[in-house]
């Protein structure tokens, strides 16, 4: 069965050190991997995927995230976190084969104090 | 997120009403989906539509009635609702190519539903 795994409820950051938020996956075949981030009271905001081609993928707001296929991890991640970055992330994956629907993990709170 | 947009934003009724969950997205998508988010649980996928047709339906109590006019519009019409269907329900929508591969689901902001 499909299944995303976000092994820490809640992350908490020095503003300006960088960050890392854990995603591990299990799907058959290739996945497709997506990283979204919820702030207070709002929906889901798009911030990067990946499909195909470079291990690691760079989006919105200064996010990057690299797939580990050995490891079947996609974990989150930015050089130095700022304050604005406190929100709630969740990483979704896509089994190619299906027909499109995303698995959520339960998402990782995450805290930048200044 | 004016890409998707949903209305109300906050709903309170109470569990004999009947009321309207509406989402319209300004993509030019044609998959739409509504999701469940409670609280401490994953975002749970109630229903999605592909070309306005229903593929979806992830063991969701009739109470919970959707409808696609158009691969624009999704409606969530709500009739005898219980507390614990007390979430913030979300509306998303894609693009579904050629060979079922669907691209970035994009979501609208929400409707924060209270049951009474």
């Known amino acids: 069965a499909q299944s995303v795994a976000q092994p820490e409820d809640q992350v908490n950051v020095a503003e300006g050190n960088p960050l890392t938020v854990k995603c591990t996956y299990s799907v058959s075949g290739n996945p497709y991997l997506f990283w979204y981030v919820q702030y207070p009271n709002r929906g889901l905001q798009f911030l990067l995927k990946y499909i195909t081609g470079d291990n690691l993928v760079k989006g919105s707001y200064g996010f990057e995230a690299e797939f580990n296929k050995s490891q079947t991890s996609f974990h989150l991640k930015k050089p130095s976190a700022l304050v604005s970055d406190s929100a709630l992330y969740f990483c979704?994956?896509?089994?190619?084969?299906?027909?499109?629907?995303?698995?959520f993990g339960k998402g990782t709170k995450l805290s930048v104090k200044p | 997120e004016t890409g998707v947009t949903q209305t109300p934003r906050h709903l309170v009724m109470g569990m004999t009403n009947k009321k309207s969950l509406k989402c319209e997205q300004h993509?030019?998508?044609?998959?739409m989906y509504w999701y469940k988010q409670s609280a401490k649980k994953p975002l749970e996928l109630m229903f999605v539509y592909n070309f306005k047709e229903q593929t979806e339906n992830n063991s969701v109590p009739s109470r919970f009635s959707p409808e696609c006019p158009n691969s624009s519009h999704l409606f969530l019409h709500l009739h005898t609702l219980q507390p614990e269907d007390s979430a913030l329900y979300l509306c998303?929508?894609?693009?579904?190519?050629?060979?079922?591969?669907?691209?970035?689901?994009?979501f609208g902001p929400g409707t924060r539903l209270t049951v009474l």
């Open positions: 993509l030019g998508h044609n998959a």
């Open positions: 998303a929508s894609s693009q579904l190519a050629s060979g079922g591969y669907t691209d970035t689901q994009y």
């Open positions: 979704a994956v896509r089994d190619r084969g299906s027909q499109g629907n995303l698995i």
